[in-house]
């Protein structure tokens, strides 16, 4: 069964850093691993959550125009973890974080294509 653990959220002030990590070894392991997408979701309460990044497993990657050029999602097999590395942080990237995989390859930042979801980590940023 595939299980995934964020970590890494925090307060910080604008323009800060943060760097989430998601466990993943169940699906690095599996066979979902080789033809699909993890990715990186935001939700604010009272909001539909939003895509914020996304990798297949050759690295190629998709980011949401308002944290392109400031956010860089990165994956490490080795290590079953999936990142998000998030400079110059803007209040309105505050939500709870989501990770997220999905067994085929369209790499998409769409919620209700995604298989499997962890319980995510808040991220606040305060201006």
């Known amino acids: 069964q595939v299980q995934l653990v964020e970590s890494g959220g925090g307060s910080v002030q604008a323009g800060g850093s943060l760097r989430l990590s998601c466990a993943a070894s169940?699906?690095?392991?599996?066979?979902?691993?080789?033809?699909?997408?993890m990715g990186w979701f935001r939700q604010v309460s009272g909001k539909e959550r939003e895509g914020v990044a996304a990798?297949?497993?050759?690295?190629?990657?998709t980011y949401a125009d308002s944290v392109r050029g400031r956010f860089t999602i990165s994956q490490d097999s080795a290590k079953n973890t999936l990142y998000l590395q998030m400079n110059n942080l803007k209040p309105e990237d505050t939500g709870m974080y989501y990770c997220a995989a999905k067994s085929r390859s369209n790499c998409a930042l769409y919620p209700p294509w995604y298989d499997y979801w962890g319980q995510g980590t808040q991220v606040t940023v305060s201006s």
């Open positions: 990798i297949g497993r050759t690295g190629g990657s």
């Open positions: 169940a699906y690095y392991r599996s066979g979902d691993y080789r033809g699909g997408c």
